[in-house]
Each structure stands twice: as C-alpha cells, then as structure tokens.
C-alpha cells in the first residue's frame, strides 16, 4: 500500500513535487539536539576535567565506548529526540505535522514512498529515526526516494542489509552516518554509486577494515570523513585516501595502526582539519608530509610521541589556527617553533614538560584566544607573558603552580570568558584580582583552599554563568553570595558544607540548567522540595545524601530533566521509573542509590 493520494496532495503545495527542484534544508537544522547544556556530573569527593578528554564529549556515543559511572565527570549527549506532536491548548498543528504523524503511526501499510517529493520523505525519514521506529522492514519504504542526509549514527541494527536502500538514493545523497553501526567492509561496497556524497561517518564502526576503505576511494566529492576509533586501518590502507582530492576534514582519532600512513595526505590540498587525537602510533616523521598542507587550519596530536623534533615542521604551516598537543613530548625547546604560527588562535599545550620559558615564544601570538597550560609546570611569573593577549577569552589553568601573585598578570585581559583555575594555589584574597574581568562568565575553582570568604570576593562578576565550586569548603553562609549570580546556568557545590539551610539560596537562581549538590551529606528530601521551582533544569546530582523515596514526589515539576544522579541514597530504581513514567517524559538517564 502506498500513500494515500489526497495525503500526497495536501502536501504538495508547500513542497515541489520535483526531487530535482526541493529545497535541501541544513542538515544541522534537521537533527538539532533538544539539550544543548552538557550534562556534568561527578561521584567523587573531587575530581579534575581533562579538556582533550574527547570520548565523553561524543554525540551519541557507543555505550561499549562510555565512560564508567564511577568517573568524576560524566558528560552525556542525548541523540534522537523524539518528535512531540502534543501542543498547548488552543494550538493547531500544521497539515504536515499531522500527516507524518499519521504516516508514522501507519508505517508498516505503506511500501514505497518514492512519489512523494523528496522533502516529505526526508522528514518522514528523519521522525522515524527520532522515535527510534525506523526498521530494516520499514526501511524498505524509501527505497529510490532521491533522500540527501540519512542520519543512522549509534542507531540499532543497522548493518549491511540496509545499505542496499541507502545506496538506492545515489546520486542525490549527500550525507551520511553510520557510526557505531555493524556495516562491514562488504557493506561499504554500495556506496560506490553515490558519487555525490560529501560527508561520511563511519566512526567505531569496527567491522570496516583497509578493503573498506578501498570501496570510498572513488567518492571523490567528500569534503569530510570520519573514522574515528578503527583498529583494522593501516598505513597502507590509507592510500585510498590519495583520490579524496576535496577532502576538507579527516578525522582518524584512535586509530592505532596509522603510522606511515600520513605521507597519503600530501596531495589533499583542500585539507584544513585533520584530527590525530590518541593515535600513540604517531611519531615524529609523521609530521613531515603534514608540513606539505599549506591549507590545514586545525591539527589535533594529543597523546602521541612527537617531540620538539617533529613540531619543527608545523612552522611551514601559515594557515594553522588550532593546534592540539596535549600529552606529546613537548619541552621548552620546542616552543620556539610557534613563533612563526601567527595565526594561531586555539593551542593546547597540556600535560607537557614545559615551563614559563614557554610563555616567552607566545609573546607573538597575538591572534591568541585559548590556551591550554593544564598541568604544566607554570607559575606566578610565567603569567606575566600573557598580559598582551588581548583576545585571549579561553584560559587552562588547571593543576599549575600558580598561585596568589599571579593572577594581577590577568586582570588585564578584558575579552577573558572563560579561566580554570582548580588544583593551585590560589587564595581566598588572590580572587579580588579577577573582579576587572567583567566578560567572564566560567569560571573554576574546584580547590580545597578556596572557602566562603573567597566567594565574597567575586560577587561583582555578575556575568558568570558557569561557577564550578566542586572541591571548595562553600558553607550555608557562603550560599548567601550565590544571590549576586543570576545569570548562573551550571553550578556545583560539592566540598560536603551544605544543608538544607544552603540550599534556600539556591533555589533563587532561576536560570539554573545543571546543578550539582553530590557529597553534601546532610541534604535531606527537603532540599528536593526547595529546589522544585527550578524548572529549568536539566540535569540534577544529590549523590551521597540523605534523599530518599520520599522526596521524588518534588520533582514532578521538573518536566525539562534529562539526567538525575542520585547514588548513594535511599532511592530505588523503581521508584525513579515510575517518576518517569508519570511525571518526568524528558528523563532519558538516571542512577539510583
């Protein structure tokens, strides 16, 4: 059965019935998450975020490939919303909202879709897909629809029996996802026929080795490919990469046996983002064919053994803005190099032998804009080198050695967003030297040392709305400060100082979206009550309280949470998915006691 004929007319007068003339509408449009916040949760007592910590910062990644719940940060993607028809009362839905809802409920009369106008069928396609009722039966449907962006990343039972349909779209389809599917090298042969494809994800797609590759080698229209986390790729493989001539992204993160491998790159003129990030493989000579892409704007190596020797031939990179070199082999010496990287704008240089010799070669860097110094053996004056980087507005801290006397090197950094400064040796006092910084709105001070007095200190900064106070000795009076930031979507609280009494203040700060109140051990169901007119939120940590059963019932008006942590309570798993069932609809990630 196909679709009914007067449904095909309802909706032809919005949509050109011509494949050929349909407006193709942005793919980041298309699959926008309804939960833009990252979710950021902790079980421990403290913890330090990696920033090039990429695994948990994926959409939709694996769950073979997650981060355990014992980790101090959890980040968590919410992929596929599901599209909601209900409206507010004295709304009207469209005709075509209603029809592809109807469509949907009635998926398995229908056989083909292929008259309808591509459009139609790419939205039909794209709610299925978000209500997770697309199956390889009703997969079959949109055989030859002349679809463009078939979006099927962490998507279950995708395999190669579905590329027989998605080859069918040829040469109208242009961009795919398959990550975290279980395609094989065999599978991968159907796309020979879709020449016109310029995007392709095959991220954790373990099953795809260098014959799979060979299958891609003539797609010579990608601009972007993704193998993200592929153990079966080698060097040699890689010449298949050779023929992508209009290749503008590549990423290979966690791909092991890639060494040699670069000198296939040389030709891909057009190349400006090639992430390397975690292939250990990775050494020095590597970079030398890198130093031929006069094009590349963004190289990420973290975790890899370069060395000094090997950053030498990034300084034939003009067009170069964002390098990444957490965790190499990086001393002073090596610095010098970036001298000649003008336009650098974003430079990691984490867990790295350096000290604040290195900050001397960065004087030049006056395109600067973040910087990452995380657990570097930096101090007080090696701050001073910094004050000229006007533009600077992102800035890693963590785990240094600076302390008190360094931060009046950064008062002066007026476009300064964002500082993390957990794990130094900063002081209540110290924090007086950051109130000039009026367009700071993150800030982190995830330090023991850091107590109520230092929180005083800060109350002029108005604009922030990130304040992370993980590890600090915050105190009930100290919450009362709390009241200056109402701009504050994400906070955490977690030095174990808080009571019910604390969390009164909290509750005035409107704007919340995540809220973090682990190891405050005292917390009862009362502070569930206090907080329930935060309706905002999204995501809620009360780990290692006193919560109990009780207390769910004041998160029935928490319709917007996606995530709630509440382990080490006295809360079951049952009572949380009935909370869900009747109350919560959004909730898609919870952990009871």
Not at 182 to 189: A, H, I, Q, R
Not at 356 to 370: F, I, M
Request: aromatic content about 6%; glycine content about 8%; charged content about 20%.
């Amino acid at each position: 059965m196909s679709p009914p004929t007067t449904l095909f007319l309802a909706l032809t007068p919005k949509f050109s019935s011509s494949p050929a003339t349909a407006t193709r509408e942005p793919l980041s449009d298309r699959f926008s998450s309804s939960s833009s916040y990252c979710v950021r949760m902790g079980g421990a007592c403290s913890r330090k975020q990696e920033w090039d910590n990429e695994d948990s910062l994926i959409r939709g990644l694996p769950r073979r490939y997650c981060k355990c719940g014992s980790l101090k940060w959890w980040t968590s993607s919410f992929s596929y919303p599901s599209v909601d028809f209900h409206l507010r009362k004295g709304e009207c839905p469209s005709l075509l909202d209603l029809c592809i809802q109807k469509i949907n409920e009635d998926i398995d009369k229908y056989n083909t879709f292929s008259m309808l106008p591509r459009d139609i069928s790419q939205l039909i396609f794209n709610n299925l897909v978000y209500s997770r009722c697309l199956t390889s039966a009703s997969l079959e449907a949109f055989r030859d629809c002349a679809l463009q962006d078939l979006y099927l990343g962490e998507y279950d039972g995708v395999n190669d029996n579905w590329m027989g349909v998605i080859s069918s779209q040829g040469s109208s389809l242009l961009s795919v996802d398959l990550s975290g599917s279980d395609v094989t090298d065999l599978g991968l042969t159907y796309l020979k026929d879709c020449e016109s494809l310029i995007s392709l994800n095959l991220n954790y797609c373990d099953q795809i080795s260098d014959r799979g590759l060979e299958c891609i080698n003539g797609l010579s229209n990608l601009t972007s490919l993704s193998f993200r986390r592929n153990d079966s790729i080698s060097a040699q493989g890689m010449s298949a990469f050779s023929g992508l001539v209009n290749l503008v992204k590549l990423d290979l993160e966690r791909c092991p046996g890639i060494h040699g491998g670069l000198v296939h790159l040389r030709g891909l003129t057009k190349l400006e983002s090639l992430n390397l990030k975690w292939c250990n493989c990775i050494k020095d000579y590597d970079m030398k064919p890198l130093s031929e892409l006069a094009s590349l704007k963004s190289l990420e190596i973290s975790s890899s053994d370069v060395t000094d020797f090997g950053i030498s031939f990034l300084k034939e990179l003009p067009a170069l803005s964002n390098l990444n070199l957490n965790r190499c082999l990086l001393s002073d010496n090596g610095c010098k190099k970036f001298s000649r990287l003008e336009n650098l704008k974003v430079l990691n240089l984490g867990f790295n032998v350096i000290t604040d010799a290195c900050l001397v070669h960065l004087k030049g860097l006056t395109k600067l804009e973040s910087l990452n110094l995380d657990s570097c053996k930096i101090g007080d004056e090696g701050l001073v080198n910094l004050a000229g980087h006007k533009q600077l507005n992102c800035l890693e801290l963590s785990d240094t050695e600076v302390g008190s006397n360094g931060l009046h090197h950064l008062s002066g950094l007026s476009s300064l967003q964002k500082i993390n400064l957990s794990f130094t040796m900063i002081s209540d006092s110290s924090l007086r030297k950051l109130c000039g910084l009026s367009s700071l709105k993150s800030l982190n001070l995830d330090a023991y040392q850091i107590t109520d007095a230092g929180l005083a200190n800060l109350t002029s900064l108005t604009g922030l709305t990130d304040l992370d106070l993980f590890g600090a000795r915050i105190t009930d009076f100290g919450t009362n400060y709390l009241k200056k930031f109402k701009n504050l979507r994400s906070l955490e609280i977690c030095g174990g100082g808080l009571t019910d009494t604390g969390v009164k203040n909290i509750k005035e700060l409107s704007s919340l979206v995540c809220l973090n109140l682990s190891q405050n051990s005292n917390l009862t169901d009362k502070t569930l009550e206090l907080i329930s007119g935060l309706t905002g939120l999204v995501s809620l940590n009360v780990s290692n309280s006193r919560i109990t059963n009780a207390g769910l019932q004041h998160l029935k008006t928490l319709k917007n949470l996606r995530s709630l942590t509440l382990e080490s309570c006295k809360v079951t798993a049952n009572d949380i998915k009935k909370l869900k069932s009747m109350y919560l609809p959004n909730l898609v990630s919870f952990r009871p006691g």
